[in-house]
């Protein structure tokens, strides 16, 4: 079955994003000037405006900074997941990240809830980083 | 603030400003807000909702706050639009309970702590105080404005709970007209959602955070308040026109043009000579006050 839900705009700024997730890795840029990590990637860096970036390794742990229950299919696709939720998630690296928590009801997630990566690979070239709960992780 | 800019630098006369959309009719609304989606659609996240829901359930979790403050929000704005023929709920009452029983959008949001999409326009005309002199209404005035844009996008925006560019707009504005909150009579706050409400006049100064339900009870915004805020409906039970909803108010109610719904004695609230405005736009994430007064 065709994969229906919006896919990434890939392009040559999130490139290496993208290709990280498909390979399981989550890439989080870091200023080469500032040394301060930033997601979305972007070309620049909208702290000190220095192009020198490098890329580091994220260990895929985190806390939901702060989250929302869709009741509502706002693309007909996501009709089935309802109600799904998604979150933003404060990486330990000090980057966040909007992204769906699954692997519990949306009843169990909370504000600083620990949660770790879990790859849901969407199509053959596409991986998306989400989250599920660090305890009591249903299998 | 660019009106006063080409007003007081002498390239304009007159400045109007102005707003006309079909967002109810056509679909141009729509493609904006998922246009702005990008890759966050990705995730299943669309529009303004979630991102103010996300907001929102922030700020339940740093202070006491939620659907029994916002509930408040909601149905006192609502008194007010039953006072305004022009207003899209002028003929629809809204209960507390209307509110509790209300379909679920995105949580911690339920269908009445959204705006309304409407079609319409509005306009206001900007000039300098010597030529507002000669025209058929009473002349108001700006006595001070300010403004805040602590970031760009939802995911680098680490204040969702406030303080957000309102506390310092708002402090801007105050000084700039050389007043405090004290010296206000009625506000008119852009609401694009129940907790919009709530952020900002907690980041002016209102209440403490956390204090907003309290502050609100007994029906302070409402008609017959002690401060009675969004007297046309506002976003929310008026008209969504963008930050004109709260400008035009303000200037009618301080030229006293607004009818049954027209802030004194009618309404049994202050007679107005001081109101606060405010604009906000992104997620919480640009911010702008402005005080308007009449002379």
């Known amino acids: 079955m065709t994969y229906a839900k919006p896919l990434p705009q890939i392009n040559s700024d999130n490139q290496d994003f993208w290709d990280g997730c498909r390979n399981h890795v989550l890439k989080i840029q870091m200023c080469g000037s500032c040394k301060k990590p930033r997601l979305p990637f972007s070309f620049v860096c909208p702290h000190c405006h220095s192009t020198d970036t490098k890329l580091i390794e994220s260990a895929g742990r985190g806390r939901v900074y702060s989250y929302v229950v869709y009741h509502v299919a706002y693309h007909p696709s996501f009709k089935e997941d309802l109600p799904y939720v998604v979150a933003l998630v404060d990486m330990d690296e000090g980057v966040r990240l909007l992204t769906n928590i699954v692997g519990c009801t949306p009843e169990e997630v909370y504000c600083d809830m620990e949660v770790k990566l879990s790859w849901d690979e969407v199509t053959k070239d596409v991986t998306l980083p989400k989250f599920r709960p660090v305890a009591n992780t249903r299998s | ?295």
Not at chain 2, 6 to 35: N, P, Q, W
Not at chain 2, 102 to 112: N, S, T, Y
Not at chain 2, 185 to 194: E, G, L, P
Request: glycine fraction near 12%; charged fraction near 20%; aromatic fraction near 8%.
């Open chain 2, 1 to 295: 603030m660019h009106a006063v800019g080409v007003l007081e630098a002498g390239l304009c006369t007159h400045v109007l400003i102005t707003y006309g959309h079909d967002a109810r009719s056509g679909d141009s609304m729509k493609k904006l807000l998922f246009a702005m989606s990008g890759d966050d659609a990705v995730f299943g996240h669309f529009g303004a909702t979630a991102g103010y829901a996300m907001a929102a359930r922030r700020a339940m979790h740093e202070f006491e706050t939620g659907p029994e403050t916002w509930k408040q929000i909601a149905v006192g704005q609502r008194k007010w639009a039953n006072l305004n023929p022009r207003a899209m709920m002028y003929k629809q009452t809204m209960t507390g309970h209307d509110y509790d029983t209300a379909p679920r959008v995105v949580e911690p949001f339920g269908l009445f702590d959204n705006c309304l999409i409407s079609d319409g326009g509005r306009a206001c005309i900007v000039t300098t105080l010597e030529r507002a002199r000669d025209l058929a209404h009473p002349p108001v005035t700006l006595m001070g404005l300010g403004m805040d844009n602590p970031s760009a996008e939802l995911v680098r925006a680490g204040f969702l709970a406030g303080p957000t560019g309102a506390y310092r707009a708002g402090r801007q504005a105050l000084e700039m007209a050389g007043i405090t909150l004290a010296d206000i009579d009625a506000c008119q706050i852009y609401d694009c959602f129940t907790y919009t409400v709530e952020i900002t006049l907690q980041d002016y100064g209102f209440f403490k955070p956390g204090e907003g339900c309290d502050w609100l009870k007994g029906g302070t915004i409402e008609p017959g308040g002690s401060m009675p805020v969004n007297t046309s409906g506002g976003l929310l039970s008026e008209a969504y026109q963008m930050g004109m909803t709260p400008l035009t108010e303000a200037v009618m109610q301080l030229m006293g043009r607004c009818g049954e719904r027209q802030l004194g004695q009618q309404t049994n609230t202050r007679e107005p000579r001081i109101i606060l405005c405010s604009d906000n736009g992104g997620i919480l994430q640009s911010h702008a006050c402005y005080i308007l007064r009449r002379i």
